[in-house]
């Protein structure tokens, strides 16, 4: 074993069904009394729950949270924070709404109480990426990581199909290159390989029978732990690229992450046979890169680039921005494997696991 650094977040997790009922409790262990609720325009249903649960405590709304957290609606946000007078945030929803949250209280140092709703894992960690003049850029600071977190799986129920397969693949992508990461350590490596195994059995059922419960609880499970991942160590090619993507060409980012995935992983498996074994034993195939592609087909979930939206003209200028700012990655960044990789990727092949 290698020797190793392992930290863990100062943060408090609840987890269950119905943990939602928790909310007033939690906020009264913060001691705060004026709560803005944060969430999407399609979940504002949700707040209406929250209201009623909270009485006093709740001092205000704002249902404008959007994808890659642009500048601009943080800073109409900041406004109902200052004209409330608000004291605490409960961000109820995916990515985008925590994200919302987490640049609040990067302006702000407010505490945070995330109840997320897909399986996006962005609550478990120090970083939010910011969107201005169609350039997103990431940032950490200790202000950002929630303070607590309700996992509650009667949230996730309504997640469509599409959805939920899409968004647990990219939670699986935190675990996945979490088992390759230069600064990765024997917790985090049982956590990743628990979150792929969780999640790769949960997946298949809920995309047939989005309201089974058992197979909720184990997608939330495994997608809390690749949360853990993600916040714990670094990622590589694989993140790299889906942000250029995203931000280059306004991708989606959870479909984004799912087509990427396999190939990203196929491009690094030389370098990287002890993650790939473990992989393959948390999804049970012999080929992960493979079985991450034969997963995506079956929760038919998007297969290219080509059908979430990149012109094919972007093959060539993604290849050259993937190269462009140096970063590291267990086999070395080459720009031709790289673009036969995005090619791909855009086609819709399967992964090659011998690119050399
Ligand atoms: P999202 O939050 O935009 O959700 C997609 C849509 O699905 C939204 O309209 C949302 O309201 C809806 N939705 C979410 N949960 C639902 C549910 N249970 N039922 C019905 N509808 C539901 O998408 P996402 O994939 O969760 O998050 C993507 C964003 O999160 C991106 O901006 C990405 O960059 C960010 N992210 C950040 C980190 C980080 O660590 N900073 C990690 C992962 C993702």
Same mark, same amino acid.
Request: with cysteine.
């Given at each position: 074993m290698q020797d190793f650094v392992y930290q863990s977040a100062p943060m408090r997790v609840v987890f269950g069904a119905g943990t939602l009922r928790q909310l007033p409790d939690e906020l009264s262990g913060l001691g705060v009394t004026r709560a803005l609720i944060l969430a999407t325009p399609r979940q504002k249903?949700?707040?209406?729950?929250?209201?009623? !649960? *909270?009485?006093?405590?709740?001092?205000?709304?704002?249902?404008?949270?959007? !994808?890659?957290?642009?500048?601009?609606?943080?800073?109409?946000?900041?406004?109902?924070?200052?004209? *409330?007078?608000?004291?605490?945030?409960?961000?109820?929803?995916?990515?985008?709404?925590?994200?919302?949250?987490?640049?609040?209280?990067?302006r702000t140092d407010l505490p945070q109480i995330v109840l997320p709703t897909s399986y996006a894992g962005s609550e478990m960690t120090p970083v939010v990426g910011q969107t201005s003049g169609g350039i997103k850029t990431t940032q950490s600071s200790p202000k950002i990581l929630p303070e607590i977190v309700i996992y509650d799986v009667d949230l996730t129920m309504t997640m469509p199909p599409k959805l939920s397969a899409t968004s647990g693949i990219n939670a699986i992508a935190h675990a996945v290159e979490a088992l390759y990461a230069r600064d990765r350590n024997p917790v985090?490596?049982? !956590?990743?390989?628990?979150? *792929?195994?969780?999640?790769?059995?949960?997946?298949?059922t *809920?995309?047939?029978?989005?309201?089974?419960?058992?197979?909720?609880?184990?997608?939330?499970?495994?997608?809390?732990?690749?949360?853990?991942?993600?916040?714990?160590?670094? !990622?590589?090619?694989?993140?790299?690229?889906?942000?250029?993507?995203?931000?280059?060409?306004?991708?989606?980012?959870?479909?984004?992450?799912?087509?990427?995935?396999?190939?990203?992983?196929?491009?690094?498996?030389?370098?990287?046979?002890?993650?790939?074994?473990?992989?393959?034993?948390?999804?049970?195939?012999?080929?992960?890169?493979?079985?991450?592609?034969?997963?995506?087909?079956?929760?038919?979930?998007?297969?290219?680039?080509?059908?979430?939206?990149?012109?094919?003209?972007?093959i060539d200028q993604a290849a050259d921005l993937a190269v462009k700012n140096p970063y590291w990655n267990p086999r070395g960044i080459e720009r031709d494997a790289i673009r036969e990789l995005i090619a791909r990727a855009w086609r819709g092949d399967a992964p090659q696991t011998t690119i050399s």
């Open positions: 249903d949700l707040v209406a729950s929250i209201q009623e !649960m *909270i009485g006093e405590r709740f001092a205000g709304v704002f249902t404008g949270a959007v !994808m890659h957290t642009p500048v601009e609606v943080t800073e109409r946000a900041m406004e109902t924070v200052h004209d *409330i007078q608000a004291d605490c945030l409960v961000a109820i929803g995916g990515g985008s709404t925590t994200g919302l949250g987490k640049a609040i209280a990067l985090i490596t049982l !956590m990743a390989q628990e979150g *792929i195994r969780t999640l790769a059995q949960a997946l298949p *809920i995309c047939v029978q989005p309201d089974d419960r058992a197979a909720r609880t184990d997608a939330l499970y495994g997608a809390w732990l690749s949360g853990i991942c993600l916040g714990a160590v670094g !990622m590589a090619l694989h993140h790299k690229l889906c942000h250029t993507l995203g931000g280059s060409f306004n991708l989606p980012h959870a479909e984004t992450h799912t087509v990427i995935l396999p190939h990203a992983l196929a491009y690094n498996a030389p370098a990287v046979p002890d993650a790939m074994a473990r992989i393959a034993t948390a999804l049970g195939v012999s080929d992960p890169a493979l079985g991450l592609h034969d997963l995506a087909r079956k929760l038919a979930a998007p297969a290219s680039l080509r059908e979430i939206g990149m012109p094919e003209g972007g």
